[in-house]
């Protein structure tokens, strides 16, 4: 039976990138040898990574910007304290926007380095909205959001004006929409969501922001020895490069963020007008928030939870399920999942309908 996988991450990923993974794994290049045992070193893998980083810049539209890409390894979370390590002044201050479990992560770490302003803030409403209207101190050493929250379903639809350095966390929402990349000065995403495979992390930085915070900063944490190092100050994370690097050519193929951005605008309105015209659904994300990335959505009655289980995933329907810490559905729409799937989720609702 196909299966129609809606995790939230690790995620879908295109069939030709697993088929290529797969060659590769057996035999990589015509070389004799697995993509696993060849050295970072080697010819075949510094063109991976030289392809792979200018195919981000070529993607997000900032060739010639001034950024320097990187694929590191730790996940997002390690940027959560790579950020602050790099941008926050020594007695400085840093001012974030808390929009989820995530935000609230960064805001952590950030905390260790120094004064960290939480200038807006949907924590009082379960996060089920984007704040508006806020205001960002002139005086901070950057500004930091969250485009799409994954386990709340909410995404940024603008981003503020601002006149510091604006970080944003793109984890689950990258290569996904059309964007003005070049309003922002660092973006970070882990690869899980709509790049590759768990296992690295991309960060897209404004060379000229960095070595500016008056901090000692450990090798391995320091953004500027990455960049010298062409994103080989250690051995990289090889297959989920390569992987990622499939992915963003299968992107290109498709025609690019405005391409896809308009598959997922088209999967995302089937989806939510059926959580909206059946009865039996409703959805838990302010209407104007809602993410074309994750659709989260409840159950009127919990009586029914047992019978809804049962159909969708008797449909071949895998990683529905909203997050541990909230319940419900969640519906994760990245970029390789076909709206095909959609459309087989919106049948067994459609279904549980006339069932009860």
């Known amino acids: 039976m196909k299966k129609h996988n809606y995790s939230a991450g ?4 295109p069939q030709e990138v697993f088929e290529k993974s797969a060659q590769a794994l057996l035999n990589f290049n015509n070389s004799d040898l697995s993509i696993l045992e060849i050295s970072h070193r080697s010819k075949d893998f510094v063109a991976v990574m030289e392809e792979a980083r200018n195919l981000v810049l070529e993607l997000l539209g900032l060739q010639n910007k001034g950024y320097q890409v990187l694929f590191l390894a730790g996940g997002a979370s390690l940027e959560f304290l790579m950020v602050p390590y790099n941008l926050m002044k020594v007695n400085g201050k840093a001012a974030y926007l808390e929009t989820g479990t995530w935000a609230v ?10 004064e960290t302003q939480i200038v807006a803030s949907s924590s009082d409403s379960n996060f089920n909205f984007i704040p508006k209207n806020y205001e960002i101190p002139t005086n901070a050493d950057y500004f930091h959001c969250t485009s799409n929250n994954t386990i709340f379903g909410t995404q940024m639809k603008s981003f503020p004006k601002t006149n510091i350095p604006l ?6 929402d990258i290569f996904s929409r059309t964007l003005d990349f070049e309003q922002f000065d660092l973006i970070y995403a882990g690869a899980q969501k709509n790049m590759g495979p768990a296992g690295t992390t991309l960060v897209v930085v404004k060379e000229e922001i960095l070595g500016k915070s008056g901090r000692t900063i450990p090798s391995m ?15 990289p994370p090889v297959f989920p490069i390569y992987a990622s690097l499939l992915t963003l050519q299968w992107l290109k193929n498709k025609g690019g963020i405005s391409a896809i951005e308009q ?30 990335m994750n659709a989260t959505f409840l159950l009127h009655d919990e009586n029914h939870t047992s019978i809804f289980d049962k159909m969708w995933k008797e449909a071949g329907i895998s990683g529905l399920a909203g997050h541990r810490s909230v319940g419900g559905y969640r519906a994760s729409m990245y970029n390789a999942l076909p709206i095909e799937s959609v459309q087989v989720l919106v049948d067994v609702m459609q279904a549980l309908e006339k069932a009860v």
């Open 263 to 292: 598959k997922n605008q088209a999967k995302a309105t089937l989806l939510y007008n059926e959580i909206d015209r059946n009865p039996l659904f409703k959805g838990t994300a302010a209407v104007e928030d809602r993410s074309i």
């Open 221 to 235: 944490l320091d953004y500027q020895k990455h960049i010298k190092a062409e994103s080989m100050y250690n051995t």
């Open 167 to 172: 970080v944003c966390d793109m984890s689950s």
């Open 105 to 114: 992560n960064a805001i952590k770490e950030a905390k260790l380095f120094g």
């Open 10 to 13: 690790p995620c879908i990923l």
